[in-house]
């Protein structure tokens, strides 16, 4: 497939659009660009869509916010997939160094979380 054939977009609102109108989304990760990349294969109606869209094109808010759900699932899956740096869990792990709980004036309990100190 080249490029021509192909559009791509970063944006999952637009992605999600774009599904609900029956195109076929594929996805593919940029890894140079650390970018989850949503791939359709181009045709008229994809243009016609993109223009209705672009336009304001109502579409049923619960089905579009479950495709959004959807398609974040399948980019935290891709980057978790990539380890090391695309790992999201272990990104928000590594910026805590401990928890700590301590008493506040209201003498109620909270827990803090200490930022890592980067010279740490």
Do not use: W
């Amino acid at each position: 497939m080249t490029n021509e054939n192909v559009y791509n977009t970063l944006d999952v609102y637009r992605a999600a659009y774009l599904c609900l109108r029956g195109h076929e989304c594929n996805g593919a990760y940029d890894e140079k660009r650390s970018k989850y990349i949503f791939v359709f294969q181009r045709s008229k109606k994809l243009e016609s869509d993109l223009n209705n869209f672009h336009k304001g094109d109502k579409v049923d808010v619960m089905e579009f916010t479950t495709k959004i759900k959807e398609l974040r699932g399948r980019i935290y899956q891709r980057m978790d997939k990539s380890g090391g740096s695309g790992s999201m869990m272990e990104k928000v792990k590594s910026m805590f160094k401990k928890v700590d709980i301590v008493d506040i004036p209201t003498s109620k309990k909270t827990l803090l979380l200490t930022l890592a100190n980067s010279r740490a």
